[in-house]
């Protein structure tokens, strides 16, 4: 784990079990919470996954540890045949596996509230893709399919507090396999269905990783897409601000004074608030429908020109007339978001271009 970001959550592990130690290796920014003593394998860890057992492909490494445990405790004083049954076990585990059939089945995995969280925390990403578009996911080799099965059952059951005549859609989970890495994931897109579902399943559960200043940082997103303040400037900005340092490293990544930008996001998601919301969340409206009638209200303030810069320079063709033809002259498809995303936020997108509704004289730069 990452020394600097994960190191507490060892501490509070190693102080829950009342076993093992936490070692540091500074010189791989890393850090790892490890129990050696054999009374305590046998009599708390193993005794933990026996009564709580894993659901992934990862319970074939346990059971095989497990086996190796028994082992040694029938016989103190190891014989060769003993070294050589615990030597085949250890390689075939974890990255030397190669069966993963195991017996379990999708109704024998008991997916709650408070071991989704925690699988969460190790397994899952709060994304914002392209700049735009929220996502919740968990992933897990393809070996683990059972068990991520279970969780989409489980996601999809959740209840949520929509009124009773409320038009928002039921929770839809996709499932999908990256062909390259053959890892499975489920994954949850939907706007409505990340705020009315699952926000409030997050919301009332305790994490305790560096995960938790990832998920804060999407909660603001989520607030700032579900109530339309994305669709304003500083909204807009502060959205795409979230999206550069999500998921980062937030102690040893590459931003600089993170504690302050992160500080800085949260205040000015502070001071948007104190502006009434585009959007009546209570309303339980869909979101789409939310932002067909912002667009359609407001058509008469979009700009109706619209600058380019690149590195400081107004490109050939500006001003344009429309988002399609910018679109165009960036190498993009002429329905692209990306107008609407960048424009009059000072952002700068593929780090060169410049997108202003007014010349840049009467804006300020970057």
């Known amino acids: 784990m990452n020394l600097y970001d994960d190191i507490e959550t060892l501490n509070i592990i190693k102080s829950k079990l009342n076993i093992g130690n936490v070692y540091t290796e500074k010189t791989k920014n890393s850090c790892s919470f490890i129990v050696q003593d054999f009374t305590e394998i046998k009599y708390v860890i193993c005794a933990l ?8 492909s990862k319970r074939l490494d346990f059971e095989d540890f497990y ?18 049954r615990i ?38 990403t709060f994304g914002i893709k392209t700049g735009s578009s929220l996502y919740l996911q968990v992933a897990q080799k393809n070996t683990s399919q059972v068990c991520l ?7 999809t059951s959740l209840d949520s507090n929509l009124k009773q005549d409320a038009k928002i859609r039921p929770l839809n ?21 990340l705020y009315y579902y699952t926000l ?9 990783t560096y995960k938790y200043t990832s998920f804060k940082l999407w909660r603001v997103a989520l607030m700032l897409k579900i109530q339309g303040y994305y669709l304003l400037p500083e909204g807009k900005k502060l959205f795409l601000d979230i999206s550069d340092i999500l998921n980062k490293r937030y102690s040893t990544g590459p931003i600089q004074n993170v504690e302050d930008v992160i500080f800085n996001i949260f205040k000015r998601y502070e001071d948007i608030l104190l502006k009434n919301p585009p959007f009546d969340v209570s309303s339980n409206t869909p979101h789409l429908n939310n932002v067909r009638l912002f667009d359609k209200l407001n058509k008469t303030k979009n700009p109706k020109t619209v600058y380019i810069y690149e590195n400081g320079d107004l490109m050939n063709g500006s001003p344009f007339v429309a988002y399609s033809e910018v679109h ?6 002429p329905s692209s978001n990306t107008c609407n995303r960048y424009i009059d936020t000072d952002r700068l997108y593929k780090s060169k271009y410049l997108i202003t509704s007014k010349p840049i004289d009467n804006t300020h730069k970057v």
């Open 87 to 124: 030597i085949n076990l250890k390689n075939g585990m974890n990255s030397k596996r190669e069966i993963y059939t195991y017996s379990v089945t999708e109704s024998q995995i008991k997916i709650n509230p408070n071991w989704f969280t925690g699988f969460l925390e190790g397994e899952g």
């Open 328 to 333: 165009k002259v960036l190498g993009l498809k």
């Open 149 to 155: 099965n279970a969780i989409v059952t489980f996601l």
């Open 200 to 208: 409030p399943l997050l919301d009332s559960h305790t994490m305790y």
């Open 49 to 56: 996954f026996n009564k709580f057992p894993l659901y992934t």
């Open 173 to 193: 989970v996709v499932s999908t396999v990256n062909a390259k890495t053959t890892a499975a994931a489920v994954v949850i897109s939907s706007v409505d269905a």
């Open 67 to 84: 086996k190796a445990v028994i082992i040694k405790d029938n016989n103190h004083n190891l014989s060769d045949v003993d070294k050589e």
